[in-house]
């Protein structure tokens, strides 16, 4: 167990007891209670501990009511709950108590990509690019939020320009392998994971992308390497035993397949997917123990959901996103999970109720406005998607993807696939993969 952060927690408690009438710290290296409270704030959230976070942030906002800096660590804390909407009004105070200050445009400009409003994320990183060309860590926050849009040309090209880069060469490689992942062109993950993988070994997000996208290609020899070598690697053990647990089930071999998932499990018995995938026959019975469970959190309740609505287990994943929801009513990745769930299971009415709230309470969310149109679609509301679908394309006529419509919105004569109730089906609110290559394509 890493003891360091719950010695850092215990000690900086320690300075806030009563002070002793002589010390022998020189003054200019005393810590202010204030100082000490918010590191200890900080300590808390890392360890999880989001209830005595809270408390100490808002102790602080009590001796400094209109510090911008710790309304936006009450921002952080409220968006890592889940709290989107809230965390989102809070980094607005913290504007306006900033004077609009340029490390609080960019905290919240980071924070927005959690609900997917890239549009206003990648105008602030380009405005503060005008002003710092050379910064490294904006030009990498410029690329993720390129990829959450799915702009995979243009993340491709910030990153091929980062890779010259020495310091950044091994971050901008990984990226490129990521943005070819979400891009579906397994083949073209290779080179890019290899290439990171050769400057470190032990590179765990390089591993996995290679593992998966040779899984992904059915290359299963291939991929054991990776899996086998994440395995030994501190933080990479649940992804490595997952990862061989699938490649013996796409092999029919369910014994190996149930042996790695176990492993999986033991290696973090907290891990719900973990837990999912070593419950292999009994899935049954593992879910309707936890439907039965009162005690779960909004997030673990929504992660079951998720599991459940990539194997197509809808009536399961609605069930978890409710009681989620129920647990916690402002728990964002449920409400839009939940809508996706059921645009997909074919109730299409429900999950336009959901995404127009959620488009009333986040107006330039360009992923909850992308998803409004294509269910729109689904339901065959053709005139009302190619409004929205129009109102996106304004928002950012230079993003590609919204220009992509169904043939049925610009033509009444034929309408689009619904989604099925099958793993393709969630895929109503990704955003289309980019053309892939001839030699990207499996």
């Known amino acids: 167990m890493n003891r360091g952060p719950m010695l850092l927690c215990l000690l900086l408690a320690g300075t806030l007891r009563a ?69 989102r009004d809070l980094y607005e105070k913290a504007l306006s108590e900033s004077s609009n200050s340029e490390e609080i445009r960019l905290r919240l400009a980071l924070q927005e990509r959690s609900w997917g409003d890239f549009y206003r994320a990648e105008r602030v990183f380009r405005t503060d690019l005008n002003v710092h060309p050379h910064d490294v860590d904006l030009t990498l926050d410029l690329a993720t939020v390129l990829i959450g849009e799915q702009d995979f040309e243009a993340a491709e090209g910030v990153y091929q320009g980062l890779s010259k880069n020495p310091s950044v060469r091994e971050k901008a490689l990984v990226g490129l392998a990521t943005a070819r992942f979400q891009e579906q062109d397994y083949r073209e993950v290779l080179p890019y994971a290899e290439a990171a993988l050769k400057m470190d070994p032990d590179q765990v997000d390089a591993l996995s992308l290679e593992g998966e996208a040779l899984r992904r290609l059915s290359w299963y020899d291939e991929a054991k390497e990776p899996f086998r070598r994440l395995t030994s690697l501190l933080g990479g053990q649940v992804a490595g035993w997952i990862g061989l647990g699938r490649l013996a089930r796409a092999r029919n071999d369910e014994v190996d397949a149930d042996r790695d998932f176990q492993r999986a499990r033991a290696a973090d018995p907290n891990d719900l997917t973990a837990a999912y995938l070593a419950a292999g026959r009994n899935i049954d019975g593992f879910l309707s123990k936890y439907a039965a469970r009162h005690n779960l959190s909004a997030g673990d309740l929504n992660t079951l959901a998720g599991l459940c609505a990539s194997d197509g287990r809808l009536d399961y994943a609605i069930a978890f996103y409710q009681k989620a929801l129920a647990a916690d009513p402002e728990y964002f990745p449920a409400r839009i999970g939940l809508a996706q769930a059921l645009s997909t299971a074919h109730r299409y009415d429900e999950s336009i109720k959901i995404l127009g709230r959620l488009r009333q309470e986040f107006p330039g969310d360009s992923k909850v406005i992308l998803a409004l149109a294509r269910v729109l679609s689904y339901a065959r509301r053709y005139d009302e998607s190619r409004k929205v679908y129009l109102e996106l394309i304004s928002a950012n006529p230079s993003d590609t993807v919204p220009h992509l419509l169904p043939s049925a919105v610009t033509s009444s004569r034929k309408g689009p696939i619904p989604p099925t109730q099958s793993t393709s089906g969630l895929r109503a609110f990704s955003r289309p993969a980019a053309s892939l290559s001839s030699s990207g394509r499996a």
């Open 19 to 87: 002070a002793e009438p002589e010390t022998i710290v020189p003054p200019t290296d005393q810590v202010s209670e204030f100082d000490a409270r918010h590191e200890l704030a900080n300590v808390l959230r890392k360890l999880g501990q989001t209830v005595a976070a809270e408390s100490e942030l808002r102790k602080l906002l009590a001796m400094k009511p209109n510090d911008p800096g710790i309304t936006a660590d009450l921002a952080d804390l409220e968006i890592s709950r889940g709290h989107f909407a809230m965390g």
